[in-house]
Every structure is written in structure tokens, then in C-alpha cells.
């Protein structure tokens, strides 16, 4: 075989692998995306376009890709759906966005969460969830929005979540939490708002800064003894006066 031919034959070997590589990538994303559209119920008909047959979930409403057609962000916010989340959806490694709040979605936040390490933002407030807070979200390193509010999530807050230095925001109030609220780390950012309407264990309030010191005895006793020594206009006056009265009376002479 000529070896110009050879080296055509390689790289068009070589092409077709790499597309390969990008559909079998493509289509275990579609089929974690296919999983959490089979687990949920849609009566607004929201994943219509949520085609399984596709070579990559690109092309689906409310799913964004990058150039890579690898899952960017997820945005099913306020899309009247109920039922589960799926641990599939931890197989989205470059999922930046979770928007799922203003649902209807009920069970538990799957652990498998803690795998999407591109993670900005999870967003699940305003839904039915219950049980713990996953430790495992304490690797989302670049997470900066952590909205969890207005679910019955319950059991303690993880420390783990305090080592998540880019942390913006953090709203965990409405929920049935209970335990100490952790004040290290990046938590020491964040208000009681963030906690409130929980059963949770509140910090105690910094003490306020002291008062300036206020002169003492032995310095109201020298301030006095000064004005003694150095008498004002009334000592002066109180001088003069048997003089002004000599003097009016020679006059009247």
C-alpha cells in the first residue's frame, strides 16, 4: 500500500473515532437528561423535544451545549413538574447550571451531585425535597449560588459546604434543618437570612466593641484644683468692687 494512501486511510480513521468518541459522550448525556425526563411528570408537555434518539441532547428546549455539544446549563425552572431527581444527572461533567426550582419535585437530593465539579449554580428552591443536605456538594469548588430554600430538607447543615471558598450566595431558610449553623469558612459571609426558619442553632451575637474610658476621680480632682489656681473674670471682679465703691463716694463729695 502506498504510504500516501496509508497516512489518509490513518487519518480518516483517526476522524472517525474521535466522532465516536463525541457521540457515545453525547448520548450518555441525552441518556442521563432521557433518565430525569422518564423520572418526572410534564402535564405542560415541557420535554416534548427531549428526544432519546437524537446523537446528542443539543437540540432539546431548555438545554444548552458548548462547542464540545457536552451539557452546559439545564434551565427547568417554574415548568410545573413533579416527581424525582435522578443520580444519572451527576454523569453532566460540564453542567455549570442546574435550574430546577419552582417545581414540584419531591424525594431526595441525589449524592451523585456532588460529581458536576463545573457546577456555578443549583438552583432547587421553591420544590418538595426532603431529607439531608448531600455532603458531596462540599466538592462543588465553584459553585457561587447554593439556593435551597422553601423545601423540608431536614437532618444538620454539612460542614462540607463551609470549604467552598467561591460561595456568593446561600439560602437554606424555610426548611426543617436542625443542629448547629456552621460560622467558619465562607459561611461566616453570609446573615441569618440565609438560615432562617429552620430548627437550627443560632451562633450568639458578637459582644459590641467596649465604651471609651471615662475620666476618673483623680482627674476631676486635678481639673478643679487647676481652676483654684487660676480664678476667672468673677474672682477679679469680686477684687475691684471695694474700690469702685471709694470711688463713687468721693465723687458724690
Not at 60 to 71: I, Y
Not at 92 to 113: D, F, H, M, T, V
Not at 229 to 249: H, N, Q, T, V, W
Amino acid at each position: 500500500m502506498d504510504q500516501s494512501v496509508l497516512a489518509i486511510w490513518v487519518f480518516l480513521c483517526l476522524i472517525g473515532l474521535l466522532l465516536n468518541l463525541s457521540m457515545v459522550a453525547g448520548n450518555a448525556e441525552g441518556d442521563a437528561l432521557n433518565a430525569l425526563k422518564t423520572n418526572l411528570a410534564d402535564p405542560n408537555s415541557v420535554l416534548q423535544s427531549w428526544d432519546a434518539t437524537l446523537v446528542n441532547p443539543c437540540t432539546w428546549f431548555h438545554v444548552t451545549c458548548n462547542n464540545e455539544n457536552s451539557v452546559t446549563r439545564v434551565d427547568l425552572g417554574n415548568a410545573n413538574l413533579s416527581g424525582q431527581l435522578v443520580p444519572q444527572l451527576g454523569q453532566l461533567q460540564n453542567l455549570q447550571y442546574l435550574e430546577l426550582y419552582s417545581n414540584n419535585i419531591s424525594g431526595r437530593i441525589p449524592n451523585e451531585l456532588g460529581n458536576l465539579t463545573e457546577l456555578v449554580s443549583l438552583d432547587l428552591y421553591l420544590n418538595n425535597l426532603n431529607g439531608p443536605i448531600p455532603p458531596s456538594l462540599g466538592k462543588l469548588q465553584k459553585l457561587r449560588f447554593l439556593r435551597l430554600n422553601n423545601n423540608s430538607l431536614n437532618e444538620g447543615i454539612p460542614v462540607s459546604l463551609t470549604t467552598i471558598v467561591a460561595l456568593q450566595v446561600l439560602d437554606l431558610s424555610n426548611n426543617h434543618l436542625t443542629g448547629p449553623v456552621p460560622v467558619n469558612g465562607s459561611f461566616s459571609l453570609f446573615t441569618p437570612i440565609s438560615f432562617a426558619n429552620n430548627q437550627l442553632e443560632v451562633p450568639p451575637v458578637s459582644p459590641p466593641p467596649p465604651l471609651p474610658p471615662t475620666p476618673s476621680s483623680s482627674s476631676s480632682g486635678e481639673m478643679a484644683m487647676v481652676r483654684k489656681e487660676r480664678p476667672g473674670c468673677l474672682g477679679k471682679a469680686e477684687e475691684m468692687s471695694p474700690r469702685l465703691d471709694s470711688l463713687m463716694k468721693a465723687l458724690s463729695l
